[in-house]
């Protein structure tokens, strides 16, 4: 199983937007919503940003929202703080595997 | 609160063993699928294996089938990481990480785990 397709870095300035893209296959992405995504600042442990596509977990402000089409799923930061700076990372469900993106690097300028 | 403690990382030589814990709390253990993931220094995240929440079932991902055994003790909200025949290609920081609903949404802080002679 492939590492699913992520740009390197994205960046922006404070209340900005940027969009993550996450490309996969129809055996990951596009098979199933179950994309997940993480947000991990430098040496920290990930946290849970979006879970099913679109769901924020409770304490998540809705600055942070996902989306799928096909097989390549998003993730939009608005209104960019600070401490959005971190990497993040998508995940898909592939049929009893997991699979991760190749993460991309968020600058807030 | 919700927290996992990893421990059990450090430094193996090749073809060596090494057995990882993860100490639950804040939650009820014996409800939930657990999972661990890793990251290579300077990686991305790759997911490790997943049990389920009575430990009759679990799931290995390729590359560590056959040397890796995932396993849990509910009674001492316990998740454990057996690792047999390390490779260099093995050094990473291993999560913990509670599974549900085909996420990941409590990460434990991680053990190094370094694959050198």
């Known amino acids: 199983q492939s590492a699913l397709t992520q740009p390197p870095s994205a960046s922006g300035s404070p209340g900005q937007s940027v969009a993550i893209s996450c490309t996969g296959t129809?055996?990951?992405?596009?098979?199933?919503?179950?994309v997940s995504w993480y947000q991990q600042h430098p040496g920290k442990a990930p946290k849970l940003m979006v879970f099913?596509?679109?769901k924020r977990p409770s304490g998540v402000p809705d600055r942070f929202s996902g989306s799928k089409s096909g097989n390549t799923a998003s993730l939009t930061v608005s209104g960019l703080q600070a401490d959005d700076e971190a990497d993040y990372y998508c995940?898909?469900?592939?049929?009893?595997?997991?699979?991760f993106g190749t993460g991309t690097k968020v600058t807030v300028l | 609160e919700v927290e996992m403690v990893e421990s059990g990382g450090g430094l193996a030589q090749p073809g060596g063993s090494l057995r990882l814990s993860c100490a639950a709390s804040?939650?009820?253990?014996?409800?939930?699928?657990m999972s661990w993931v890793r990251q290579a220094p300077g990686k991305g995240l790759e997911w490790v294996a997943k049990i389920k929440p009575d430990g009759s079932e679990n799931l290995h991902v390729e590359s560590v089938k056959g040397r890796f055994t995932i396993s849990r003790d509910n009674a001492k909200n316990s998740l454990y990481l057996q690792m047999n025949s390390l490779r260099v290609e093995d050094t990473a920081v291993y999560y913990c990480?509670?599974?549900?609903?085909?996420?990941?949404?409590?990460w434990g802080q991680g053990t190094l785990v370094t694959v050198s002679s």
């Open positions: 129809t055996s990951d992405v596009g098979g199933y919503n179950y």
């Open positions: 804040g939650f009820t253990f014996s409800n939930y699928w």
């Open positions: 995940c898909s469900y592939a049929g009893g595997n997991y699979v």
């Open positions: 099913e596509v679109s």
């Open positions: 990480a509670r599974y549900t609903s085909y996420h990941f949404d409590y």
